[in-house]
């Protein structure tokens, strides 16, 4: 599981950026902390994603991906209720 955090300046591309986030299969955590887990292969394709987008970043803007240990993970609030199955009837 990565978490992949990120400050971008510019409207139209921290939109796109989130869209390609969501795209990977990443779920939103808070407003620009999303949580990954996917494949290793999903994962390259999405590093490399966001290092082309990282060319065009501004002196402000930057991307934080942290790699978890979803064992040593810790989760309150609504985070909890993520993890676990919906059944609907």
Same mark, same amino acid.
């Given at each position: 599981?990565?978490?992949?955090?990120?400050?971008?300046?510019?409207?139209?591309?921290?939109?796109?950026?989130?869209?390609?986030?969501?795209?990977?299969?990443?779920?939103?955590?808070?407003?620009?902390?999303?949580?990954?887990?996917?494949?290793?292969? +999903?994962? *390259?394709?999405?590093?490399? @994603?966001?290092?082309? %987008?990282?060319?065009?970043?501004?002196? !402000?803007? =930057? $991307?934080? +991906?942290? *790699?978890?240990?979803?064992? @040593?993970?810790?989760? %309150?609030?609504?985070?909890?209720?993520? !993890?676990? =199955? $919906?059944?609907?009837?």
């Amino acid at each position: 599981m990565v978490i992949v955090s990120y400050d971008i300046s510019d409207d139209k591309m921290r939109t796109n950026f989130s869209k390609m986030l969501k795209k990977h299969g990443a779920i939103r955590l808070q407003l620009s902390v999303y949580e990954v887990v996917n494949t290793k292969r +999903i994962m *390259d394709n999405l590093v490399a @994603k966001i290092e082309a %987008y990282s060319r065009h970043f501004t002196f !402000d803007d =930057s $991307v934080i +991906i942290f *790699d978890v240990n979803s064992d @040593k993970l810790t989760k %309150y609030g609504n985070a909890i209720h993520r !993890d676990q =199955s $919906v059944v609907y009837f």
